[in-house]
């Protein structure tokens, strides 16, 4: 790897992995251009790679106590989290597609191209939300949701008792209202 260049010092180095704020401001004022960079060349977008940015230097200064300025160099350090960052958002960008795709394309939604964003959006935060339920509560609420079945149906179909089809559905319904809650207030 080429040197830092001659603004950056072994000292820079060692007072960073010492925590020094000075140190991390001035790595800050010196590779955040680059970094803003690479992320815009990598995503083409000028708002991510103002987050990758942002996400670079928190990662660095909350993980600085793991940066050995034996191994390395600051500038070496911060370019090997871009690369990590930049792949992790265009990775998320790329499931965050096949989830719209998947919504799009997946016949019992009885949604088409047609219908809006949002309610395109909906659809994967919910399909999204109901996975994290994790099993039976996903199952029974996309059989209540996406089929319509009623309380016993649903029983019946999963062999499960009543009580319990119920149970999970009202502390599902709780837990998908709070977690519904965040993500439109987050919007």
Partial sequence: MAPPGPDW??????????GDEGAMAAAYRRFSPLVHTIALRSTGDRATAADITQDVFVRAWRFRSSFD???GTVPGWILGICRNVVLDSLSAKGRQQQLVMHAVATPETGLTRDH????????????????LLGEPQSSILKLAFYEDLTHQQIAARLDLPLGTVKSHIRRSLVHLRHRLGEWNAAS
């Fill in 9 to 18: 010092t072994r000292e820079l180095d060692l007072e960073f992995s010492a």
């Fill in 116 to 131: 809006g964003i949002d309610t395109i959006t909906d659809r994967v935060v919910l399909t999204s939300e109901l996975e």
């Fill in 69 to 71: 300025p034996e191994s």
